[in-house]
């Protein structure tokens, strides 16, 4: 039974810092291109950032690229998020996703790409 599990979520403020971790479990972790997308109260899931099987090749969505950055640790089967400057705007459910899909952005960047979800943790900045 495949099992993706975030935390690190909280509330902080303004220009604070916060570590989410995706530990993944049931899958061979080191095959799967792993991504984080979010999602604010009464808006659409949205892409975050990706990263790549084995290559560590990332892409960042334009809204958070400088201040967000994604990282893995293959041997802890673990997909990290470290989100830094915050701003009220980030505030949403974060959620790590797993695919096998070709090395594309344009799979990386698809919800409907990915082929497990963890449940998500909840960021919220205030100002």
């Known amino acids: 039974q495949v099992q993706l599990v975030e935390s690190g979520g909280g509330s902080v403020q303004a220009g604070g810092s916060l570590r989410l971790s995706c530990a993944a479990s049931?899958?061979?972790?080191?095959?799967?291109?792993m991504g984080w997308f979010r999602q604010a109260p009464g808006k659409e899931r949205e892409f975050v950032a990706a990263i790549s099987r084995s290559d560590g090749s990332t892409y960042h969505a334009d809204s958070v690229k400088g201040r967000f950055t994604i990282s893995r640790d293959n041997a802890r089967n673990t997909v990290y998020l470290q989100l830094n400057s915050l701003k009220p705007e980030d505030t949403a459910v974060y959620s790590c996703?797993?695919?096998?899909?070709?090395?594309?952005?344009?799979?990386?960047?698809?919800?409907?790409?990915?082929?497990?979800w963890g449940q998500g943790t909840q960021v919220t900045v205030s100002s």
């Open positions: 996703a797993a695919q096998r899909g070709p090395m594309v952005r344009s799979y990386w960047v698809s919800a409907a790409r990915y082929d497990y």
């Open positions: 049931g899958l061979t972790f080191s095959i799967y291109a």
